[in-house]
């Protein structure tokens, strides 16, 4: 027996949705379905952005970005949550586990920081205008960008180590449909106490502050417009910074739920429908929000429309 429970992990089995049986296949189409809507959507976005010159300002500049982290995001943990919906023997190698655990910390990261930086658009855009086009110029811009994608690294790079030296032996039952870093850890055979408190800080100090950070700028914000704006003119500014507070609120809002648990939840089945919200379905909603709320993306989709068709 000790040397069964010794035996070296070579293998993780993900069980993600086992436990639907027969419906994982009505699961399957709808997860496709959402992907293949969430891939068109933000790729529409991104080649607007492109093309169109009405929306080269820095604010579809962010959005460009946000579009193309949705991709990655979930072109990270959906191809294989939708092989394994279709196979009982979901086995995924530790190398490949800590691949996806790797790319899906660094792109969700990055969202955070990203969001971040556009609420500071916004904020540059409402509260300083005047010196909005030095403040918020083409290099800030890359900067921020770069800066996101660089504090995903620096996560994922930090976490993706610190497991990869952990012990891994008997037990390898994962009860998730990705390799996310907390039931990865909790299957180690080495003390995982301080590296959970660890989890835990990093969450905090990588979705908590940057949350933080939006609140501020939007308190600023309401702040400028009630002392300065007609009712009209609050009207307009916060119709030009609803697509952006939707996204921060479903993002943060099931982000905060997911990793600021001090404890383990009592029900798995409901932290795996908590992470299939924030990893399938809300990168889905991001190109209806920002298309069919914003005038502007709607008329330079229709200039398009209009040339080509």
């Not at 460009?64 to 990655?72: C, D, G, N, P």
């Not at 086995?91 to 990203?114: D, K």
């Not at 383990?264 to 990893?279: E, H, K, R, V, W």
Request: hydrophobic fraction near 50%.
């Amino acid at each position: 027996m000790d040397d069964v429970n010794e035996t070296v992990v070579t293998e993780f089995i993900l069980l993600g949705f086992s436990y639907l049986g027969a419906y994982q296949s009505a699961l399957f189409w709808g997860v496709l379905f959402i992907y293949l809507v969430t891939l068109l959507g933000n790729s529409l976005i991104i080649t607007l952005t492109l093309l169109d010159p009405a929306l080269s300002t820095p604010m579809y500049f962010f959005l460009r970005h946000l579009s193309m982290i949705e991709i990655l995001y979930t072109t990270t943990i959906v191809p294989r949550m939708l092989n394994d919906l279709l196979f009982s023997h979901a086995a995924i190698s530790p190398g490949t586990c800590f691949t996806q655990m790797y790319f899906f910390v660094l792109f969700g990261i990055a969202e955070c920081f990203l969001l971040t930086a556009m609420a500071y658009d916004r904020y540059a855009a409402i509260c300083q205008p005047l010196h909005y086009a030095m403040v918020v110029n083409r290099q800030v811009c890359v900067g921020m960008v770069s800066a996101s994608y660089l504090m995903g690294v620096i996560t994922s790079t930090t976490h993706s180590i610190f497991i990869y030296t952990m012990p891994f032996h008997g037990t390898n039952i994962v009860h998730h449909f990705l390799c996310d870093v907390l039931p990865i850890l909790r299957l180690s055979s080495g003390d995982t106490f301080w590296g959970e408190v660890a989890n835990l800080a990093l969450n905090f100090l990588f979705i908590m502050t940057p949350f933080a950070l939006i609140i501020f700028s939007y308190v600023r914000i309401l702040i400028t417009i009630l002392g300065v704006a007609s009712a009209q003119g609050c009207q307009k500014v916060f119709s030009t910074c609803s697509s952006h507070l939707m996204v921060v609120t479903l993002f943060f809002g099931t982000a905060i739920v997911a990793y600021m648990q001090p404890e383990p939840s009592a029900s798995q089945d409901a932290d795996q429908i908590i992470s299939l919200f924030y990893t399938v379905v809300i990168p889905l909603f991001n190109p209806f929000i920002y298309t069919l709320r914003n005038k502007e993306v709607m008329r330079a989709l229709r200039r398009k429309l209009t040339k080509h068709l």
